[in-house]
C-alpha cells in the first residue's frame, strides 16, 4: 500500500511542472462534460425504487436491502426477508452483483455494492437500484456518487424537514462525468487504493481499542479481586446539585467526546429555551452521569460550565487521581456491575444514587493509581494517532475525489498518467 501511495505522490508532483503540467492545466481549463445518471444506466434496467410495503418477516423468503443497510459492505445475515409472492411483484427491483444500491431515505446519498451472494434479491422503498450499462463502471459511479461534489448536491436536493428524501427523479438528474470507460476503471482503482489503506488503519485501530478496553478490564478486575482496595461509591464521591448560575456557559455530555462546551461543538444540539437556573453546575475532576442511560459510563469534565437537571453531577470526597478514575467509569468492570442495580426496564434503565454509593469500586494507594492512569493514557494517544491518521487520509482522498471526479485532473486507462501524454 506504501508503495502505490508512493508511486501516486510521485505522478502528482510530476503534474505540476512540465510538458504534463502544461497539459494538465489545459485540461482543467477545457473542463469536461456530464451526463445525466438516468442515461449512465443499463437501457433494459432503469433506475428504480423497490418494495413499498414488504409484510411481515418471513423466514426463508426473500432478502431485501433497505437504507439502513446500505453504506458499506451489507451485512447479508441482518437482512429482513418477504415473501415470494410479493418480491414477484417487485421484480422489475431484483438486484444483480454489481448493481449500486442507493439510499434514498434516512442516510440519505450512502451507497453499497450488491455482492454475489444477494443476486436475485429486492430493495425496498427506500433504496434505488442503479444498474450501470456497459460503457461506465459501476465503482467509479459510485465513488462519483460519494464525491464532495454531488454529496452537496443530493443534501440540496433531498425534501422534506423530518423526514427527508430524495426523489427518483432528482437521482436520475445527478450529472456524471462523462469519461472513457478505462479513464473510470483507473480513477477507481486509484480511489480504491486509498480505501484500502484507510481500511487498514481502521483495522488497526480497531485492535488497539480492544487493547486499551483488555487493559482497563484485567486492571480493575485485578482490583477487585483485592477485597481489601475496594471501597464504597459513597465514601469516594458526593452528589451535588450547585445551581444558579446562568452566567456559566452549558455543556454538552457525550459518549464520544465527553463534556465539552456547547458552542465549541461541531454539530447541532439542543439549546435549552429560557431560564438555565435550575441547570446544575459542574466543575473540572467532576463526573456526570445519567442515571437513565448510562450504557457508556460517567464522563469526566475539565471544565467549568452547566448541564440539565437530569444529570447527576458526582464529586470527590477524598484524594485521588482524577484520570484513573475516568479510566475505571468507562471499563465493563463498571458498567457490567452498575447494570445489576437497574430497574423498570420499559421506561428506560433507571438506578437510584444509594444504590449507586453502596457499589464497591476500587481504591488503590494514588501512586498506584497514576502508575496505571499514565499506562492508559499512552494507549489512549496510540489510539488517537491511529484516529488521526485516519481522518488525514480520509481529507486527502476527499481533495483527491474533488480532482479526479471533476475532470480537474484526468487520468489515462493504461499508466495512469495525463491524459494526452
Not at 166 to 175: A, C, Q, T, V, Y
Not at 267 to 287: E, I, L, N, Q, W
Not at 295 to 322: D, H, I, K, W
Amino acid at each position: 500500500m506504501q508503495r502505490i501511495l508512493r508511486s501516486w505522490k510521485r505522478w502528482r508532483r510530476g503534474l505540476r511542472g512540465g510538458r504534463r503540467g502544461a497539459m494538465m492545466r489545459n485540461r482543467q481549463s477545457a473542463g469536461i462534460s456530464t451526463t445525466p445518471l438516468a442515461t449512465v444506466a443499463e437501457a433494459r434496467a432503469p433506475i428504480v425504487y423497490g418494495i413499498v410495503q414488504p409484510g411481515p418477516e418471513t423466514p426463508g423468503g426473500v432478502p431485501f436491502v433497505q437504507s439502513r443497510d446500505v453504506g458499506g459492505v451489507i451485512e447479508i445475515k441482518s437482512l429482513q426477508r418477504t415473501s415470494l409472492e410479493i418480491a414477484e411483484q417487485y421484480r422489475r427491483s431484483k438486484i444483480a452483483p454489481g448493481d449500486i444500491l442507493f439510499s434514498l431515505r434516512g442516510n440519505i446519498g450512502r451507497s453499497s455494492i450488491t455482492p454475489a451472494e444477494l443476486d436475485g434479491a429486492n430493495i425496498a422503498r427506500g433504496v434505488a437500484r442503479i444498474r450501470v450499462g456497459a460503457k461506465g463502471d459501476p465503482d467509479f459511479v459510485r465513488y462519483v456518487l460519494q464525491g464532495p461534489v454531488l454529496q452537496r448536491l443530493i443534501a440540496r436536493n433531498a425534501n422534506g424537514s423530518t423526514f427527508r428524501e430524495l426523489s427518483i427523479e432528482e437521482l436520475r438528474k445527478l450529472p456524471i462525468p462523462d469519461v472513457s470507460l478505462p479513464e473510470q476503471r483507473k480513477i477507481a482503482e486509484i480511489l480504491r487504493a486509498w480505501d484500502e489503506a484507510i481500511e487498514k488503519l481502521e483495522v488497526l485501530r480497531g485492535a488497539k481499542l480492544r487493547r486499551i478496553t483488555s487493559v482497563r478490564q484485567r486492571l480493575f478486575e485485578a482490583a477487585y479481586a483485592s477485597h481489601n482496595r475496594l471501597k464504597r461509591a459513597r465514601d469516594v464521591f458526593e452528589t451535588v446539585s450547585e445551581r444558579a448560575r446562568p452566567d456559566l456557559p452549558l455543556l454538552a455530555v457525550m459518549q464520544d467526546v465527553g463534556i465539552v462546551r456547547r458552542d465549541e461543538l461541531d454539530r447541532r444540539v439542543a439549546m435549552p429555551d429560557g431560564d438555565t437556573s435550575s441547570y446544575k453546575v459542574v466543575r473540572p475532576r467532576d463526573f456526570v452521569i445519567s442515571l437513565r442511560s448510562f450504557e457508556g459510563g460517567l464522563e469526566y469534565s475539565m471544565v467549568t460550565g452547566l448541564v440539565s437537571p437530569a444529570y447527576t453531577v458526582l464529586r470527590p470526597t477524598t484524594q485521588l487521581v482524577g484520570d484513573y478514575y475516568r479510566h475505571f467509569f468507562k471499563s465493563r468492570s463498571f458498567i457490567g456491575r452498575l447494570d445489576k442495580l437497574i430497574f423498570g426496564i420499559r421506561d428506560g434503565k433507571q438506578i437510584a444514587f444509594r444504590d449507586f454509593g453502596d457499589m464497591y469500586i476500587p481504591a488503590p494507594p494514588l501512586a498506584e493509581q497514576e502508575t496505571q492512569s499514565c499506562a492508559l493514557r499512552l494507549l489512549e494517544a496510540d489510539l488517537a494517532l491511529e484516529k488521526e491518521r485516519i481522518e488525514t487520509l480520509t481529507r486527502q482522498k476527499r481533495g483527491l475525489m474533488q480532482k479526479l471526479l471533476t475532470g480537474e485532473w484526468r487520468v489515462s486507462g493504461n499508466c495512469g498518467g495525463p491524459v494526452g501524454t
